[in-house]
């Protein structure tokens, strides 16, 4: 797990968690994560891609949540995109992120694009400043990681770039509440890609208000990956869902 030192919250002007004993109101600045663009892919079906712009979002939210970071709610950001008539775009700029960010409460914001060219898969992200509408740094996937059947772990080195080249606090392992002894960014079991785009068809169904669908597509990804921990999440509160 990676964490930034006093010396470096102090450089960046964000205020380092109290370190007494007495339980303190969470003021770590919050993150929220907007569906990711398709650049420009080639190779699967227009719904696949669709897909995973709200897959890959939904995944990253997941890795950065593990890590402590104060991510804000993903059914939090989709309405307010919705409420706002983003949700459909497919593209959003610097400054209407900023905007989406202020709506939901968050201090940065996380875009990016992807693009499958025949399986030779690239994800890029940018890490935008909700106050000022500035993007701070821009990350790639790592350069060695190009095929599409390892898409989590594309996912995955983008998550653990963020985290070692952003300004966000995360909470310290004494400190930690949710999350607490969560495996660190690159030791999670492989997800395969089959499985992966499974669950981001349910994410796009359950977005569309069809829940039945949403429940299927679930039940499938996890027919595929049984131990795939977001599949079971989104079965567990889509059948919720259903029957509240």
Known sequence: MRYLTMTALLTLGVAAPPTT???QQDTRPGLAVLPFENGGSYGKNREDYEALRKGIAGLMISELHQQNIRVVDRAETNRVLD?????SSGRVDASTAARVGQLVGARYMITGTFIDLYGDF????RIIDVETGE??????SNPDLKDIKELDRIINSVATRILAESPLPALPSSGASSGA???PVGE???????ALILYSRALLYEDDGKVGKAIEYYQKALDQFPSFPEA??????ARN????
Not at 83 to 87: D, G, M, S, W
Not at 122 to 125: G, K, S
Not at 135 to 140: A, D, E, F, H, S
Request: glycine fraction near 10%; proline fraction near 3%.
């Open 241 to 244: 869902s259903q029957t509240g």
């Open 188 to 194: 999670a079991e492989h997800v395969p890609t089959e």
């Open 232 to 237: 079971q999440e989104g079965l567990k509160k």
């Open 181 to 183: 002894g969560a495996a």
């Open 122 to 125: 690239r994800l890029d992200a």
């Open 21 to 23: 004993g007495i339980a």
């Open 83 to 87: 409420e706002q008539a983003l949700a």
């Open 135 to 140: 993007i701070l740094k821009t990350v790639r």
